[in-house]
């Protein structure tokens, strides 16, 4: 009636030490004569080290020695599994009456008696019943009675009230002992020494002690050759602690713990942040990148900000790095130049990049043509001069962008152009000031895109000081060209750098404008060059006739500033016109003459048909269509005698 | 000569073994010369007499390996004793990251001792090194003696210590108090690697 006990218990098969010596023998004694001796037998150890072998070896050998009788050998857990399972089927006397006949009843595992005050009760009336009648009762527990927490007094005391016994870690011989016994059983040979040596490691349990060996039969049994008895260690895994190891030499310990002293001593003492300076000084001077940056900061006595200083100092090199692939790809001279190598020169390095970008084709700058003085106020475009006065003067800061709006021809392009002159003149010429039509941008651009100069091309923008972009309007529909102005835009703009653009209508009136461009277009000044009133008229007129040299008188000039016209390029033609009517007609430019030149009505008899009775034809009006200046007179004659 | 490099990651210590004649500063060494595993050994260089006693100096370099990161190198240095190697002993002491002062525990000694502890001040200030921040540790050698022989380390105390620097009894020839020396001297020297005073030397 064993149940649950393993055969292989046995006390012929359980190794005898000094530590489970007295256990055994009690064990021994319970076995022969139940009930008679040590009631209950109380045996507690840690775990893996013999408890259960042992309780199976007595309930085996007293079978053995009266095998009529009735043991039952269970595990607390069981026990209290069919408690419940017998009150659950109402069946409580059945399982007391078996209980309460049994001669040798062994529970393995009393500890799990905690807290189950039910369980705790049955046992008391079980134990007391069976001790009234002499029954032995066996118990294990992995720690002693007075430590197993929560249990009824009354039970403490019968379960403390027989012999209470421990088994002890195997020491250094019972290990071998042990070992050798497992070898045997199991059939294992190892080399001599091979047990000695993994005896010597201090396992907590025999369990441990098995497994190990389990680990080197298996290693064994892999390998072509035995294992011999230095292999031991690194099979089982395990570092030898002090007493257990083969006494090393004294003197490789001493100079082991004085290097860990030492290494705990650097480790404390090195600074952090410097050794990781150092780190990064390795790592980028490797890299070819001068560190004289960290340097310096490894000689400073505190800690800076590490990470500030070594994310931006990588942050230069990347930065470096950039530039010199642009660089290089224009000219790859410039790739190995030193600047690109030193984190500290990144401006160097920016000013070359982008001299290399911009080298090849400077962006046009303002025509000299539109000169500011040349240009003429009046109340139609006085705001503007004004404005273009104030930008030139403070460039980029006051009005960025300044956006000239007006019809055509009332001098946009103009003023734009002689902001842009005043800007050289004022730097002395050491501002690039780019100025294009945005017709010319996007064609550059398309010329870019199709060359694969697009870097290039935009570097070439983004380098000039000041920004000029006439026409703006013509890039409306045009997505790319205002994708690449709006970082253009950007570029200037953060950048401080003055934008001027003129447009034949206001900002919010061009269609297929992207609104971030509007927006941005909006956000500067938009100044509207009307056309021009009374006073410019007049002041053009006599400008535009002094530029021909001709000589008007007064009259003149206020006729021709009375009629209303719609553009600057309108005076101007009708001055050419004037000029080139008088020529011909070879008269001065009077009132009467230039009225009946522009209406038509003839104030005066026409000085023409004092030589030719015909009208003019209006052909040698045109001056585009007469020649002017003829050759020297001798030059065509010597051609014509050849 | 830098205690530590940060650049390249070295940390390398020069220290020096002063002390009397005869009071056991090469037997420090070779007696921690015994102890270094044979793969890290590296050459210990003496220049003895043939009545073994110290010519010029010893020279003991000791490769710990790396030690959090850096190659960590302990170059140990004896003087010669003998109070007419002075040039020599200056010329060794120059660039100490430590001292060790070998004191000679044996009664009749102490007058040696004295001297030469005056001497290693004398020295020090001629490098121009500070003497109260110099890492220094001194060791009484020679313990093992029998008792009436030699002075109480009390005594010793009295006589020598007076800036009560650490002190180590030992008995170099067969070990005991070498290495606590100089795992001494070491804590006092690598203290220094925070202190800032190391990198820029």
């Known amino acids: ?69 009735r043991i039952i050998y269970l595990s607390l857990d069981e026990f209290v599994e069919q408690l419940h399972a017998s009150i659950s089927a109402g069946e409580t006397e059945a399982f007391k009456k078996r209980y309460h006949t049994v001669d040798l009843l062994i529970l393995d595992d009393v500890q799990f008696l ?17 001790q009234g009648s002499g029954r032995q009762i066996v118990m294990t527990s992995d720690r ?23 088994i002890g870690a195997p020491d ?16 294992l040979h190892f080399r001599t020494g091979v047990i000695e040596e993994l005896a010597r490691v201090e396992f907590a349990n025999v369990r441990e002690l098995q497994g190990a060996l389990n680990r080197l039969a298996a290693y064994q049994a ?105 660089a290089s790809s224009v000219d790859a001279a410039l790739g190995a130049n030193e600047v690109f190598r030193d984190p500290e020169r990144v401006d160097e390095a920016e000013q070359l990049a982008e001299r290399a970008m911009a080298g090849h084709t400077p962006p046009v700058g303002p025509s000299p043509a539109f000169a500011r003085d040349a240009f003429e106020v009046g109340s139609s475009n006085e705001m503007a001069v004004r404005v273009a006065d104030m930008v030139v003067a403070d460039p980029g800061r006051k009005y960025n962008p300044l956006v000239l709006h007006g019809s055509s021809g009332v001098g946009k392009t103009h003023l734009a152009n002689a902001i842009g002159n005043e800007l050289l003149n004022l730097s002395g010429g050491a501002m690039t000031v780019s100025c294009v039509g945005a017709q010319t941008f996007i064609d550059e651009l398309i010329e870019a895109i199709q060359e694969g100069t697009l870097e290039r091309w935009r570097a070439r923008y983004r380098a000039a000081d000041a920004l000029i972009m006439d026409d703006v309007h013509f890039i409306a529909g045009k997505e790319r060209t205002q994708d690449e102005l709006f970082h253009v835009f950007n570029a200037c703009y953060d950048a401080g750098k003055q934008i001027i653009l003129t447009s034949d209508r206001p900002p919010r009136e061009l269609g297929d404008l992207e609104e971030r461009l509007r927006s941005r277009f909006d956000g500067g000044l938009v100044v509207e060059i009307g056309q021009p009133d009374r006073e410019l008229r007049g002041k053009l007129y006599a400008r535009h006739f002094a530029l021909r040299e001709r000589s008007t008188t007064e009259d003149v000039l206020e006729y021709l500033a009375d009629r209303s016209v719609t553009s600057v390029r309108e005076i101007i033609g009708t001055v050419h016109r004037v000029c080139a009517a008088a020529d011909v007609a070879g008269e001065a430019i009077t009132l009467s003459f230039v009225r009946g030149e522009l209406e038509g009505v003839s104030a005066a008899p026409a000085p023409v048909r004092t030589r030719s009775d015909e009208r003019v034809d209006p052909f040698f009006l045109d001056d585009e269509k007469i020649v002017w200046d003829w050759p020297d007179v001798t030059a065509r004659l010597i051609e014509e005698i050849r | 000569m830098s205690l530590v490099n940060y650049s390249t990651r070295e940390i390398t210590c020069k220290i020096v073994y002063y002390g009397p004649g005869r009071s056991g500063k090469t037997t420090n060494l070779h007696y921690i010369y015994g102890q270094v595993p044979e793969d890290r050994k590296g050459t210990m260089v003496s220049l003895a007499t043939q009545t073994d006693r110290t010519l010029f100096f010893d020279f003991l370099p000791l490769d710990l390996g790396a030690i959090s990161g850096f190659t960590t190198k302990f170059q140990l240095y004896t003087v010669p004793g003998q109070v007419y190697y002075q040039t020599t002993r200056k010329l060794v002491l120059q660039g100490a990251d430590g001292v060790v002062f070998v004191a000679d525990s044996q009664a009749r000694q102490l007058d040696e001792n004295i001297e030469s502890f005056q001497d290693l001040h004398a020295n020090l200030a001629e490098h121009g090194i500070n003497a109260r921040e110099v890492p220094l540790v001194i060791q009484y050698n020679k313990q093992d003696l029998p008792k009436d022989l030699i002075l109480t380390v009390p005594e010793l105390e009295d006589a020598l210590n007076f800036r009560s620097v650490p002190h180590y009894e030992a008995d170099a020839l067969h070990g005991p108090g070498v290495f606590e020396t100089l795992r001494g001297i070491s804590e006092l020297v690598l203290k220094r690697l925070s202190a800032g005073s190391g990198s820029d030397r």
């Not at chain 1, 309780?55 to 079978?63: E, I, M, R, T």
């Not at chain 1, 189950?116 to 069976?130: D, G, N, P, V, Y």
């Not at chain 1, 197993?148 to 421990?166: K, Q």
């Not at chain 1, 290990?175 to 045997?184: G, T």
């Open chain 1, 1 to 69: 009636m064993m149940a649950h006990s393993d055969a292989r218990y046995r006390f012929d098969n359980f190794v005898v030490g000094s530590g489970n010596r007295l256990a055994v023998a009690a064990s021994r004694a319970v076995a022969e004569s139940p009930g008679s001796t040590y009631n209950p037998l109380f045996i507690y150890s840690g775990s893996g080290l013999g408890k259960t072998h042992l309780v199976g070896a007595l309930g085996h050998l007293a079978l053995e020695l009266q095998p009529e009788l």
């Open chain 1, 114 to 130: 905690t807290g189950q005050r039910e369980t705790q009760s049955e046992m008391l009336r079980l134990f007391t019943a069976l």
């Open chain 1, 144 to 166: 002693p009675p007075s430590e197993i927490a929560d249990v009824d007094e009354r039970l403490l005391t019968r379960l403390a009230g027989g012999l209470i016994v421990d």
């Open chain 1, 172 to 187: 250094y011989e019972t290990r071998i002992a042990i070992l050798r016994s497992k070898c045997e059983e199991r059939g």
């Open chain 1, 222 to 326: 892999l390998g072509q050759q035995s294992l011999g008895a230095p292999d031991v260690r690194m099979i089982v895994g395990v570092q030898g602690t002090s007493s257990m190891t083969i006494p090393m030499p004294k003197s490789s310990g001493e100079f082991q713990s004085f290097l860990s002293d030492v290494a705990v001593a650097v480790a404390q003492h090195v600074e952090g942040w410097k050794a990781r300076i150092g780190e990064a000084i390795a790592y980028w001077g490797g890299e070819g990148y001068r560190t004289a940056l960290l340097e310096r900061a490894l000689q400073q006595s505190i800690s800076p900000d590490v990470d500030e200083l070594i994310a931006g100092y990588s942050a230069s090199v990347d930065h470096l790095k950039t530039l010199e692939q642009r």
